[in-house]
């Protein structure tokens, strides 16, 4: 059974950056899925971040500018890096691992919620 978890901050202030750990167990995160970082703004569907696969990483074309995604492979984690956060980055932000577009997600973190706030 794969279970993912992610840690950090609850608050952050503006104008920071914003910093989660994904830490898998049950499966190793150099296998060839997307491990991926999705969240939900109070009040508004899902939104997609970003993932990484192997050493390659994709983002959403919105937040491209100000998301980085990469793995420690040794602590079977992959981080997520979100800069210059506004109020508006408050949410609820999970990790999740894509198994591809048949299958969708199978694994999600319980989720942690960020507030961006002074």
């Known amino acids: 059974q794969v279970q993912l978890q992610e840690s950090g901050p609850g608050l952050v202030k503006p104008s920071q950056t914003l910093s989660l750990t994904c830490t898998v167990s049950?499966?190793?995160?150099?296998?060839?899925?997307?491990w991926s970082w999705i969240r939900q703004p109070p009040g508004k569907g899902l939104e997609w971040m970003g993932a990484?696969?192997?050493?390659?990483?994709a983002y959403s074309p919105p937040l491209n500018s100000r998301t980085s995604i990469s793995r420690d492979t040794s602590k079977n984690q992959f981080t997520l890096q979100l800069s210059s956060v506004t109020p508006e980055d408050t949410a609820v932000y999970y990790c999740?691992?894509?198994?591809?577009?048949?299958?969708?997600?199978?694994?999600w973190g319980q989720g942690t919620q960020v507030t961006v706030s002074s």
């Open positions: 049950g499966g190793s995160i150099t296998t060839n899925y997307y």
């Open positions: 990484i696969y192997f050493v390659s990483t």
């Open positions: 999740a691992r894509f198994t591809g577009w048949s299958t969708g997600y199978d694994y």
